[in-house]
T-cell receptor, first 108, second 113 residues
Framework: GIQVEQSPPDLILQEGANSTLRCNFS?????LQWFHQNPWGQLINLFY???GTKQNGRLSATTVATERYSLLYISSSQTTDSGVYFC??????????FGKGTRLHILP | AAGVIQSPRHLIKEKRETATLKCYPI?????VYWYQQGPGQDPQFLIS???????DKGSIPDRFSAQQFSDYHSELNMSSLELGDSALYFC????????????FGQGTRLTVV
């Protein structure tokens, strides 16, 4: 099946810093999503981005489908950005495969 | 906007008992997914339904079963519970007509003691 690799696995930043999270996938995908899992366990949709670039406030994402990777940019980090960021893809099968996530900790 | 509703939010069961988790997808969504997330792990796919028919199956134990009903709600039934079944269980739904973006419920935290 398709493999999804996220990097870095862990990231500790000072409040106000910028960060880039990467997601590599091993096969072509029909869709790709970025989620933020907050400390209470809730999976929050950030971007639905099978290709192209999108921006939402301090967050933006780019997927280059032909090169099989996606990037999530977080600018001016806030402590509320802490949590785990998951990349998840779907290809031919009717299931969504998650990467192992990037655990982000923003220090005040 | 309506979201995916899961119940109960928390559940405590003893070993060898049975648990039933419920999921109410977003209206007009045609696909439902179930996921299991252990502590510190990524969500693992269990099973999915498209228009009330099972469409794909992951590493779901034989002790688990799921179905989707005529009103599109879905239930995950778990029997002979083991300590290792303690996890966060998510349901998600999506609509093919809008590209398949999945939305997750808040999850059911199952603790087996």
């Amino acid at each position: 099946g398709i493999q999804v690799e996220q990097s870095p696995p862990d990231l500790i930043l000072q409040e106000g810093a910028n960060s880039t999270l990467r997601c590599n996938f091993s096969d072509s995908v029909n869709n790709l999503q970025w989620f933020h899992q907050n400390p209470w366990g809730q999976l929050i949709n950030l971007f639905y981005i099978p290709s192209g670039t999108k921006q939402n406030g301090r967050l933006s994402a780019t997927t280059v489908a032909t090169e099989r990777y996606s990037l999530l940019y977080i600018s001016s980090s806030q402590t509320t950005d802490s949590g785990v960021y998951f990349c998840a893809v779907m290809n031919r099968d009717d299931k969504i495969i998650f990467g192992k996530g990037t655990r982000l900790h923003i220090l005040p | 906007a309506a979201g995916v509703i899961q119940s109960p939010r928390h559940l405590i069961k003893e070993k060898r008992e049975t648990a039933t988790l419920k999921c109410y997808p977003i209206p007009r969504h045609d696909t439902v997914y179930w996921y299991q997330q252990g502590p510190g792990q990524d969500p693992q796919f269990l099973i999915s339904f498209y228009e009330k028919m099972q469409s794909d199956k992951g590493s779901i134990p034989d002790r688990f079963s799921a179905q989707q009903f005529s009103d599109y709600h879905s239930e995950l039934n778990m029997s002979s519970l083991e300590l290792g079944d303690s996890a966060l269980y998510f349901c998600a739904s999506s609509a093919e007509a809008t590209g398949g973006e999945a939305f997750f419920g808040q999850g059911t935290r199952l603790t087996v003691v």
